[in-house]
């Protein structure tokens, strides 16, 4: 069985990005790596790591599809986690969390590069 090492978001702003992670979801600086043509940043967040790629050769308005959806995020409570998202002046896509499937709450939000975020509370 393999293990996944991190994952990896196109972001138009490193540092952005990053200080919206660490405030948002609490990660944790690990490094950086820095050339003329890109800069990346990465993140611990809690047993994985991210990845934020940005490319400097682009606009920042220019982010290249990828065949990933959203990026899902255990919470123990979900209420609380929106309540802190609103706080912070997050958008929520759902005015409360939404139950799917059964004893499952969810919520999506967006990080600042429009990425799509979702934490998903499993009872």
């Not at 990465?42 to 050769?57: S, T």
Request: charged letters at 35%; a negative charge; hydrophobic letters at 40%.
């Amino acid at each position: 069985m393999y293990k996944l090492a991190h994952a990896g978001i196109v972001v138009g702003d490193c540092e952005r990005s990053a200080a919206f992670y660490r405030q948002v979801l609490e990660c944790e600086y690990i490094e950086e790596f820095e050339d003329n043509n890109i800069k990346i940043v990465f993140l611990r967040l809690d047993g994985g790591v991210l990845e934020l790629i940005q490319h400097k050769n682009v606009t920042a308005e220019y982010r290249p599809a990828g065949p990933i959806d959203h990026l899902a995020l255990a919470v123990t409570d979900i209420d609380a986690e929106v309540d802190r998202l609103k706080k912070l002046g997050i958008d929520c896509l759902f005015e409360e969390p939404k139950e799917v499937l059964e004893g499952k709450k969810i919520m999506f939000f967006s990080g600042p590069d429009g990425e799509k975020l979702e934490f998903i509370e499993m009872k």
